[in-house]
């Protein structure tokens, strides 16, 4: 349980930074802006993108959900 506010803390504190951090922030903005342009023009440019962006969200998706119930539970 230990483990699990350590990590929450963290987080919290590295969230508090970063809205602190208006430059970053806007650079971490812009970039997910740019990734999800750059998905959609591949989207509509080549058919079988959009199975292969799907595909990797949803893999993304799963390893950060089993990560952070690894760390929740303190594996």
Known sequence: MNLHLTFTKKVMTALTNLKKDKKGLN?????A???????GIAVLVIPNARTTISNLWNNTLSSMSSLFQSVASGK
Do not use: K, P, T
């Not at 802006?33 to 998905?39: G, I, M």
């Open 27 to 31: 650079e971490y903005v812009a970039v």
């Open 33 to 39: 802006s740019l990734l999800a342009l750059v998905a």
